[in-house]
């Protein structure tokens, strides 16, 4: 019988889940790239031993050998069970160990052996010991602001039915909510120090009143009208041109600032882009996504991947909260807005002992 989860206790197996997420995306890197799987995988697996030994109050050394963990939490488990993987977590570790103590890198083959292996023991430890499914740990758990937490979780249902389309529009929504957080701060109506101004909207083109009236109309003043306004026309439609590249350099650029002002990987973004189909949002509130015949065909590991990319994003952007509250902090002193005090700057004067330096003591 497993004992009931703490809050805390889901906490901690989603972190895991979230180090062994990234130990699966860095193990198909290039081989030397991938090197440092093996590194997350043994971190994820040593943390989940001592959840699963304070899980079951089982008493452990705060220095114990990897390996003596199986045979501590054994000791707690329903007669006939056993903890799964030992042999195989053992091989992990001392390759892990060739690498941290010695410098010798692991095979691709190794690290394809590592990852499945820690794979197995991760699919079936959980249930054992914890009762669940280790696939469905939420990492979403890990984050803070409601509203990317509430669409991830949306999105999953929607992987779950197979509908990975309306599963990747979910995490784009996702990461904007977590972006946005950082663009208006709190709903203010102020943009925020990672906002670099106000959203720049799709540029809106100012010939089409002319272009409508110069097709509409045929009888013969309206012809002459409408050969005096061809000049005029061609130098709108040249400036709407010129006027609308610029519009749209600067709102990819602006987008560029915000991700990268939070710490975010631009190249993984523009990878999140690509996967994920483009969001259309209407007065009436509805939403609607256009999927392409690629998109259409993203699997299950896609998905995956962005749904650990807009967790990993929204970790990284925790970064700058301090700076937000700060702000806000500074935003809701009326107090302090009443009583600024403006001074000049001075150089201060040194005094006699101060100018006694440490060289010539």
Wanted: hydrophobic share 40%; net charge negative; with cysteine.
């Amino acid at each position: 019988m497993t004992r009931q989860l703490t809050s805390h206790t889901v906490q901690r197996l989603a972190f895991i889940r979230f180090l062994y997420q990234q130990g699966v995306e860095q193990s198909r890197q290039p081989q030397i790239m991938a090197t440092t799987s093996v590194l997350s995988f043994h971190d994820a697996v040593e943390l989940f031993l001592i959840l699963c030994a304070e899980h079951l109050d089982v008493g452990v050394k705060t220095q114990i050998n990897f390996a003596d963990f199986w045979g501590k939490i054994g000791e707690k488990l329903p007669e006939g069970k056993e903890l799964p993987s030992k042999k195989a977590m053992e091989r992990m570790s001392k390759i892990r160990g060739h690498l941290k103590h010695s410098g010798v890198i692991p095979s691709a083959d190794s690290i394809d052996q590592v990852r499945a292996d820690v794979t197995t023991f991760f699919t079936d430890a959980t249930l054992l010991v914890f009762g669940g499914d280790f696939q469905r740990i939420d990492m979403a758990d890990l984050l803070t602001d409601v509203a990317t937490i509430e669409l991830l979780r949306h999105a999953q249902k929607h992987a779950d039915k197979d509908d990975i389309p309306a599963a990747m529009a979910g995490l784009r929504l996702a990461f904007y909510a977590m972006l946005d957080s950082y663009t208006i701060p709190n709903g203010q109506g102020a943009p925020g120090p990672f906002s670099f101004g106000r959203n720049v909207g799709y540029f809106s083109d100012a010939g089409f009143p002319l272009h409508h009236q110069r097709f509409a109309n045929r009888d013969a003043v309206s012809l002459a009208i409408a050969e005096a306004q061809s000049g005029l026309l061609d130098r709108v439609n040249r400036t709407t041109q010129q006027v609308q590249g610029l519009s749209e350099i600067i709102r990819q650029l602006q987008t560029a600032m915000r991700v990268t002002s939070l710490g975010i990987d631009y190249a993984r973004f523009a990878q999140f882009e690509i996967l994920t189909p483009k969001i259309e949002r209407y007065m009436d509130g509805r939403i609607s996504f256009a999927v392409d015949p690629v998109q259409e065909t993203h699997s299950l590991e896609q998905f995956r991947w962005a749904r650990l990319f807009v967790i990993e994003t929204s970790l990284q952007a925790a970064k700058a909260d301090v700076a937000l509250q700060q702000l806000a902090q500074r935003r809701d002193s009326a107090a302090q807005r009443n009583r600024v005090e403006h001074r000049d700057w001075i150089v201060p004067e040194e005094s006699a002992e101060e100018e006694e330096s440490f060289g010539n003591a």
